[in-house]
Nanobody, 114 residues
Framework: QVQFVESGGGLVQPGGSLRLSCAAS????????IGWYRQAPGKTRELVAT???????NYADSVKGRFTISRDDDKNTVYVQMNSLKPEDTADYFCNRVPAVLKWGQGTQVTVSS
């Protein structure tokens, strides 16, 4: 069973940047589409960025132009660079396949606040 370990979250001021990392226990990123998901307090989990096995990317409208997803197959790691962060980006961030059929990791918390 693949396990995901997310990291890189923290507290950042509006307009700031963070880079999140998602390490997988197996070599799946070059096989399946992988997404970054987030869940804000009191809201359902949503998919915000996807990278396919072929490297194509897709973004939710709410993050388009601000978030960039990438991956390093040698390190079994997927990243999301988040720029121009807004308070509404505050959430727990997770990675998983798209669709999300694997076990969720612990996630990493992102708080955007002044």
């Amino acid at each position: 069973q693949v396990q995901f370990v997310e990291s890189g979250g923290g507290l950042v001021q509006p307009g700031g940047s963070l880079r999140l990392s998602c390490a997988a226990s197996g070599s799946i990123f070059n096989v399946y589409a992988i997404g970054w998901y987030r869940q804000a307090p009191g809201k359902t989990r949503e998919l915000v960025a996807t990278i396919t096995s072929g490297g194509r990317t897709n973004y939710a409208d709410s993050v388009k132009g601000r978030f960039t997803i990438s991956r390093d197959d040698d390190k079994n790691t997927v990243y999301v660079q988040m720029n121009s962060l807004k308070p509404e980006d505050t959430a727990d961030y997770f990675c998983n396949r798209v669709p999300a059929v694997l076990k969720w990791g612990q996630g990493t918390q992102v708080t955007v606040s002044s």
